[in-house]
């Protein structure tokens, strides 16, 4: 690069693998607010996404002794090599370094899936040589990788995957058609376990409806009610998923969503009823929602007795 008088270089160590990490990098905008809110006051994508070359994206931070804004393009991206090139094009970083300033960012896996080593360098031209080298920003940068790596590492603990399946009697369609009308169906099938389910959107049936359910007396204690939404529905492969926006669980789990499917078992000889839940705990003392996957194969299976003798 023509011009160019100084050159940085840094590379750490990091326990997440190197998709995991690169994938945080490339979703810098969301992640670096949430891994250093005191640090990153504001990130504001003037043009672009964020992800693509070209993007602009200005950050104000707050560095400790003032607080200073610099805006960013992303000169180019490789997911294959897991490389991201951003140039410095306004700010004030430029008053001390021409606006020839580029920063690069690159992850490689240490091997065996066992962390990552994350390498920057920047490269600069100084607008005098009374302008030191910009260690400030190596320092920064090393910094705050191993705080993106803590966070990811905090996020895979809190994260998870629950998956339940039950056999039941009744055929593919008739079951199907109970899920689809379980407003209705449920309280009447465990009066025990759901006292109500009350619509607020919608029909109960379309994606976008809104309902409240208030647990029966059976039901669990510390989840009394819970809002849910229906997020997508496919009849034909007989699939609804649904997510948590309010009530008692969201106490205990900051993102929660369920998915429900229904598949024959073959001539007509009941179903295989299949259920799951993507979470996001509220902290690490929360312990896995095992508690939901057992309610939901119950009701499944009370449900299936319901239609065997109306």
């Given at each position: 690069?023509a011009?160019v008088?100084?050159?940085?270089?840094?590379?750490i160590?990091?326990k997440?693998?190197?998709?995991?990490f690169?994938?945080?990098?490339?979703?810098?905008?969301?992640?670096?607010?949430?891994?250093?809110?005191s640090?990153?006051k504001?990130?504001?994508?003037?043009?672009g996404?964020?992800?693509?070359?070209?993007?602009?994206?200005?950050?104000?931070?707050?560095?400790g002794?003032?607080?200073?804004?610099?805006t960013?393009?992303?000169e180019?991206?490789?997911?294959?090599?897991?490389?991201?090139?951003y140039?410095?094009i306004?700010?004030?970083?430029?008053?001390y370094?021409?606006?020839?300033?580029?920063?690069y960012?690159?992850?490689?896996p240490?091997?065996d899936?066992?962390?990552?080593?994350?390498?920057?360098?920047?490269?600069y031209e100084?607008?005098s040589?009374e302008?030191p080298?910009?260690i400030?920003?190596?320092?920064f940068?090393?910094k705050m990788?191993?705080?993106?790596?803590?966070y990811?590492?905090?996020?895979a603990?809190?994260?998870?995957?629950l998956e339940?399946?039950?056999?039941v009697?009744s055929?593919?369609?008739k079951?199907w058609?109970a899920?689809?009308?379980?407003?209705?169906?449920?309280?009447?099938?465990?009066?025990?376990d759901?006292?109500?389910?009350?619509?607020?959107e919608?029909?109960?049936?379309?994606?976008?409806?809104?309902?409240?359910?208030?647990s029966g007396?059976?039901?669990?204690?510390a989840?009394?009610?819970?809002?849910?939404?229906?997020e997508?529905?496919?009849?034909?492969k007989?699939?609804i998923i649904?997510?948590?926006?309010?009530?008692?669980l969201?106490?205990?789990?900051?993102?929660?969503?369920?998915?429900?499917?229904?598949t024959?078992?073959?001539?007509d000889?009941?179903?295989?009823v299949k259920w799951?839940?993507?979470?996001e705990?509220?902290?690490q003392?929360?312990p896995?929602p095992?508690?939901m996957?057992e309610?939901a194969i119950?009701t499944?299976l009370?449900?299936?007795?319901?239609?065997l003798?109306?």
């Open positions: 690069m011009g008088v100084g050159r940085l270089e840094a590379e160590e990091v997440s693998n190197a998709d995991k690169w994938n945080a990098i490339r979703d810098f905008a969301t992640i670096l607010p949430k891994v250093s809110p640090v990153y504001s990130i504001h994508i003037i043009q996404d964020a992800k693509v070359p070209g993007s602009i994206i200005k950050y104000t931070l707050d560095m002794n003032e607080v200073v804004t610099v960013e393009s992303i180019d991206v490789d997911d294959g090599k897991r490389t991201l090139i140039s410095v306004d700010g004030d970083l430029l008053k370094f021409k606006s020839n300033y580029k920063g960012i690159n992850v490689t240490k091997g899936d066992n962390g990552s080593i994350v390498k920057w360098s920047s490269e100084k607008v040589q302008v080298e910009p400030f920003i190596k320092e940068a090393t990788f191993p705080k993106i790596d803590d990811l590492l905090t996020m603990a809190s994260v998870g995957k339940a399946e039950t056999e009697k055929n593919a369609d079951f058609g899920i689809r009308d379980f407003v209705t169906i449920f309280p009447k099938a465990s009066p025990t759901y006292k109500s389910i009350q619509i607020l919608g029909d109960g049936k379309v994606v976008g409806s809104v309902y409240r359910t208030i007396d059976q039901g669990n204690e989840v009394k009610t819970v809002t849910e939404k229906i997508s529905v496919d009849d034909a007989r699939t649904y997510s948590v926006i309010d009530g008692d969201l106490k205990y789990y900051k993102r929660y969503k369920g998915y429900v499917n229904v024959p078992k073959g001539d000889n009941g179903s295989l799951c839940c993507e979470y705990k509220a902290s003392d929360v896995e095992n508690f996957g309610a119950n499944f009370k449900v299936d007795h319901y239609i003798n109306a």
